[in-house]
């Protein structure tokens, strides 16, 4: 069955601690992307990839990290130095055509102890 | 640039009747328009697109979206709605000629009363 997978479901930052989610794609998608969702404010870019080692800051990259070394994966870190990172992440993937639709996981929901 | 506006976050409609949320957008050239639908702790499901031709575009489970270039418009209907259809809809838009992801709306949350 082809699709997106996000893990973990659940996680928990402590402070200065960087953590990563994991995303994966099984749909031979050359682009990838990552997305923050807060309530109220839509989902916002935080990097996406177009092709393996190449990616692009979105638009709320500051605190981000990515890395894009396997077409199938596309983790994401968040590191210390983003200070408010409580929010639901949102991986997706595409074709490289701008008429295709993005397909999405089910997400991460990231909290702070 | 390209925005998407979703000028109602909350919409209320009696099961039975019909639904529109609504969408405009602002593209310097021509748009590729999509519809998507969240449910709680979900990623977002496609729903429909709009590339070009016939304005009027059938999606999944009975949505339908009407393209209005001249009101920069792509309104979500539905003609009979059901309790199960109570979500997060986000409209997106992307220019035809940019090579840019998809710019999504705020997003409306419908809630369809039995």
């Known amino acids: 069955d082809g699709g997106i997978t996000q893990s973990p479901k659940y996680l928990f930052r402590k402070e200065g601690q960087n953590v990563t989610l994991s995303c994966e794609q099984n749909?031979?998608?050359?682009?990838m992307y990552w997305y923050r969702q807060d309530p109220g404010q839509g989902l916002r870019l935080i990097y996406y990839?177009?092709?393996?080692?190449?990616?692009q800051k979105g638009d709320i990259a500051e605190g981000y990290s990515v890395s894009r070394e396997k077409k199938e994966s596309f983790p994401l870190t968040v590191t210390s130095a983003q200070k408010n990172p409580t929010a639901f992440y949102l991986c997706?993937?595409?074709?490289?055509?701008?008429?295709?639709?993005?397909?999405f996981g089910d997400g991460t929901r990231l909290s702070i102890l | 640039a390209q925005s998407v506006a979703q000028p109602e976050d909350q919409v209320n409609v009696a099961e039975g009747n019909p639904l529109t949320v609504k969408c405009t957008y602002s593209v310097s050239g021509n748009p590729y328009l999509f519809w998507y639908v969240q449910y709680p702790n979900r990623g977002l499901q496609f729903l429909l697109k709009?590339?070009?031709?016939?304005?009027l575009v059938k999606g999944s489970y009975g949505f339908e979206a009407e393209f209005n270039k001249s009101q920069t418009s792509f309104h979500l209907k539905k003609p009979s709605a059901l309790v199960s259809d109570s979500a997060l809809y986000f409209c997106?838009?992307?220019?035809?000629?940019?090579?840019?992801?998809?710019?999504f709306g705020k997003g409306t949350r419908l809630s369809v009363i039995a």
């Open positions: 997706a993937s595409s074709l490289r055509q701008e008429h295709q639709p993005q397909h």
């Open positions: 997106a838009v992307r220019d035809v000629k940019g090579n840019t992801p998809l710019v």
């Open positions: 709009y590339i070009t031709g016939d304005n």
């Open positions: 990839s177009q092709i393996v080692n190449d990616f």
């Open positions: 749909l031979n998608h050359d682009a």
